[in-house]
């Protein structure tokens, strides 16, 4: 466990709605990420983060934006949700960390987030 | 674009049976290859890992990993499966930056 939590762990809401998943973690790391999880697709990087107020894009952006003002949190917004982000939602973490575990290209994933849009 | 490739989408296997999972990626020069597995409601957890050296990699839970840089294959194994070892299987490569490539997951079901 490299003390990353997820919130919320479900969550259902309405195409239109502002949607916000938090990604918080204890140990310090540098890099964050977040993917969705989807059948027949694996896993997908939507975006990361290398440091503080320092994001990019990953494959599949597209509706979705992050922020990153502290080391420990990572949020992903949904500005306004669709029935296409429904998925499985996991943040990882990477790089060294406070517990000296860890490193750049090692990442560790959160317990997911499941987001229903009706 | 690079890719990654796993063969097998669906797996059926009785206990003790020999299994082996494909994994080929796409990329010329030098990667990291990792193999992760996500049990039944559970988050992803690292079972093995390929960075430099010995290219049989020992991981956890009796599994392995052969690097084969010719045929751009990281493929996982085990001598003998249990019920316990239901579950998803993904092959990730890191292509020169420290983001992910992961494959599309192999479902794997062990019959008791």
């Known amino acids: 466990d490299a003390g990353i939590t997820q919130s919320p762990r479900h969550k259902v809401t309405e195409t239109g709605t502002p949607v916000t998943l938090r990604c918080h973690q204890t140990e310090n790391h540098r890099y964050m990420y977040w993917y969705r999880q989807d059948p027949g697709h694996g896993l997908r990087l939507i975006h990361y983060s290398y440091g503080v107020k320092d994001t990019d894009k990953g494959e599949v952006s597209d509706g979705y934006s992050v922020s990153r003002s502290k080391t420990e949190d990572f949020l992903l917004t949904l500005e306004s949700a669709t029935s296409s982000q429904t998925s499985v939602y996991f943040c990882?973490?990477?790089?060294?960390?406070?517990?000296?575990?860890?490193?750049?290209?090692?990442?560790?994933f959160g317990p997911g987030t499941r987001l229903t849009v009706l | 674009a690079q890719s990654v490739s796993q063969h097998n989408h669906h797996v059926i296997l009785s206990e003790a049976a020999s299994l082996e999972l494909g994994c080929n990626y796409s990329?010329?020069?030098?990667?990291?290859l990792f193999w992760y597995v996500q049990y039944p409601g559970q988050h992803l957890q690292l079972l093995l890992k390929y960075f430099s050296g010995d290219p049989l990699v020992k991981g956890i839970k009796g599994f392995e990993a052969e690097f084969i840089k010719s045929k751009f294959s990281f493929n996982l194994r085990k001598p003998s499966v249990q019920w316990s070892d239901t579950a998803e299987y993904f092959c990730?490569?890191?292509?020169?930056?420290?983001?992910?490539?992961f494959g599309t997951g192999t479902r794997l079901k062990v019959l008791a």
């Open positions: 990730a490569v890191i292509p020169g930056t420290y983001k992910y490539i």
């Open positions: 990882a973490i990477s790089g060294a960390g406070t517990s000296g575990r860890g490193s750049y290209n090692e990442q560790f």
């Open positions: 990329y010329g020069g030098t990667v990291n």
